[in-house]
């Protein structure tokens, strides 16, 4: 996996991330500077949020809470399954390419 598939990797997940509202850009963004820890912890805390909020909403519906409907539980269950599923593919992506380099010959 050559640098510029990740660059490609990692400005797409961006574009989608500040689509669907789910960070705001950090300080270390706009200096130039990225943490590749904080990067991805913000994003797995955003994925815990999203499951989080939907899981409430579920119990908020289920109960009869008449603040909550059908349609925002459901977005929010999609929203919380999406995130998930990037998260999982982030992980076999970076999983494969650890495995890539762990196999080449010196």
């Not at 990692?10 to 300080?27: N, T, V, W």
């Not at 059908?70 to 990037?86: F, H, P, R, Y």
């Amino acid at each position: 996996m050559n640098t510029s598939a990740v660059d490609n990797l990692l400005a797409q997940m961006r574009i989608a991330a500040a689509a669907a509202g789910l960070r705001e850009p950090s300080q270390a963004t706009q200096t130039g500077k990225v943490d590749f820890a904080n990067v991805l912890k913000s994003s797995l805390d955003s994925v815990a949020q999203a499951q989080a909020k939907s899981e409430d909403m579920q119990k908020a519906f289920v109960l009869g809470d008449d603040r909550v409907s059908l349609s925002d539980t459901m977005i929010a269950m999609q929203k919380a399954g999406i995130g998930l599923q990037t998260t999982v593919q982030v992980r076999n992506k970076f999983v494969q390419a650890y495995n890539d380099i762990m196999n080449m010959q010196v």
